[in-house]
């Protein structure tokens, strides 16, 4: 699967090495392990709140942890392709040294969001949609 996902707009979302690195996130994933993943996105969530990194944009990270837990607690409803999809918006969330770098930068969850938007877009969720307003 990591080679072959759907047209996302990536392009238009992380420059070429960041799209690279989203599409091998993107690997073979069961419901099952969607599930667990909520455990880890919520580890991760109070990991952020815990490092007090003054420039790191937490309510961000708070919002897309919110929109992944939520996806996460409907793992069953999803096919191979769309459960891919969502493994690499969450590894892409949980990597800190991506696009922006998530604790050092007032931005660096910005390009998160926009990867899990777009993830959402195309296996039809978008009401877990990440405002950024």
């Known amino acids: 699967m990591s080679g072959d996902i759907p047209r996302l707009d990536l392009e238009e979302l992380l420059n070429p090495d960041?799209?690279?690195r989203f599409r091998r996130l993107c690997i073979e994933t069961s419901d099952e392990e969607l599930a667990?993943?909520?455990?880890?996105?919520e580890l991760h969530l109070s990991q952020l709140a815990e490092s007090n990194h003054p420039v790191a944009d937490t309510e961000t990270?708070?919002?897309i942890g919110a929109?992944?837990?939520g996806l996460l607690a409907s793992g069953d409803l999803f096919d191979a392709e769309q459960r891919a999809l969502i493994r690499g918006a969450?590894?892409?969330f949980l990597l800190?040294?991506?696009a922006s770098d998530d604790l050092d930068d007032a931005l660096g969850f910005d390009d998160d969001a926009r990867v899990v938007n777009s993830v959402l877009?195309?296996?039809?969720?978008?009401q877990?949609?990440?405002d950024l307003s």
């Not at 667990?36 to 996105?41: A, C, I, K, S």
């Open 18 to 20: 960041e799209q690279q």
């Open 36 to 41: 667990e993943l909520r455990e880890v996105v």
């Open 61 to 63: 990270a708070d919002k």
């Open 67 to 69: 929109s992944l837990t």
């Open 90 to 92: 969450v590894e892409y």
């Open 96 to 98: 800190t040294d991506d």
């Open 121 to 126: 877009d195309r296996i039809g969720r978008p």
């Open 128 to 130: 877990f949609r990440v």
